[in-house]
Each structure stands twice: as C-alpha cells, then as structure tokens.
C-alpha cells in the first residue's frame, strides 16, 4: 500500500509541474493555439513512446537480467549435483522398484536433442514412482546428507536460490529428509509405519530431483557442453559409467 502512495504522489507532482510548465508559457507567449497544437501533438506521440519504451527496450532488458540471473542460479545448482545430487539420484533410483520403466528418460547421454529433454519431463512429471521402504539404505542415506550438510545450509542461504523456487523446494524436502534420518538413534526394527514415513519424505525428495536433474542437464547440454561431456560420461543413471572418451 506504502508503494501505491508514492506512485500517487509522484504522480501527481509531476502532473502538477507539468499543468505550472503550461501556465507559465501561456502567461509568457499568450498563444494557445500553438500550445494546443504541440500538446496534442507530444500525446500523440505517446502511445510510441510507451511501446518503445516499456515493450521493446525494457522487455529486452529483461530477457538480459532473467538469463543473467539463470547463469547464476545454475553455478549454485551445479555445485549441488555434482557434491550430492548426482550420488544421490543414483543411490535413490536403486531403490525405486519400478525404476526399469523411469531409468531410459534419466539416462541422458550426448546424443540428446530438445525433444528428447521434453519427452523426458512430460514422462517423469506423470510417472509414479513405487518405493520400498525395506529397500532403503536408511544409514547410508543419512550419512551421504549429514556430510552435505554445510553444503545444503549454503545453497539454502544463497539469495540468487531464491527465484527458483522449484529448487529451493527441493532444499527443503532434501533438508526435512536428513532432520528424520537424524533424529532417530538407530534404524534397528522400525516399525512399517515408520519406515513408510521415511519412504514418502525419500519419495519427495526423488520426484523433485529427477526434474531440477532433467533442467539441469538440459541446461549444462546447451550452456557449458565440455562440462556436461564428462558427466553424460560418468553418471550413475546409465548400465555401463566410464570417463573413459571412446
């Protein structure tokens, strides 16, 4: 509201300034016709200038600040994948027992066009995914999110993280995950209600990872395609990783 009132009242000071402008140059030349003239003439104008202005020059500088800010959310966001991310994906899709049906649209290699990332994100966003709870490595899990937990605070702390919302969410479901793994003293003898708690925080976790996994690549692909040379190379996702170029 606070804002609303000053536009308000900026507004109206320079409308003011501009009706005192006009007074004065009538007073001075006492020629209305010609003032007329050349006000009808600058409004006639204004639909041109706001056109240039607001759509043309201030959509251009837009478009430059929204792919500047995305060079910076993705240096934080490659950070993540490749400290956890990476390790993490494959370590979760092992335990996804319908994983033979999901496995093909992660397993990207250099061979990928734009339509293959696209058939990928519609595939993901409507697979379900069936976990099992006694598949976890429950200790293992905990043990890879606890050693990234300084990693995690950072990329929660990064205020370029915060536009993308999508990866933050994924923070936070990664960072609710290791709290329940840590809370508990000993996975010995859970009991199944327990252990399919788990299952659903680890499920949320791998859902959202698999598409912040496909924007990334995608990204990486396009952006920086030496870098993502290595990782399409060695990934966990594929039958047979080797950094070895054949």
Known sequence: MKRYVWVITIGAI???C??????????????A?????????????????VFLVVIVIEGLLTSREKRA???????????????????LLGKMTGCISNQEGLRPYLAINNTWAPRDYARAHAFVSAFECRLDP????????RDALVGRHNLLLMLLA???????????????AIFHLMEELSARQSFDNLPQTDLEHLAGDALRVYSQL?????????????AYPYMFSIL???HPLQDHPDATVR
């Open 14 to 16: 320079l409308l003011a």
């Open 18 to 31: 501009s009706t005192l402008m006009y007074l004065l140059d009538y007073l001075t030349f006492h020629n």
């Open 33 to 49: 016709r010609d003032m007329a003239f050349y006000l009808v003439g600058d409004i006639a104008f204004l639909p041109i200038e």
């Open 69 to 87: 800010m995305l060079r910076k959310m993705n240096m934080p966001i490659g950070l993540f994948f490749s400290e956890l991310g990476v390790g």
């Open 134 to 141: 006694g598949g976890l490595d429950l200790p293992g899990l």
């Open 158 to 172: 990064n205020p370029n993280l915060l536009e993308h919302e999508e990866f933050t969410d994924l923070l936070w």
């Open 210 to 222: 698999t598409n912040a996994w496909l924007r990334y690549c995608e990204h990486l692909q396009s």
């Open 232 to 234: 399409a190379r060695t």
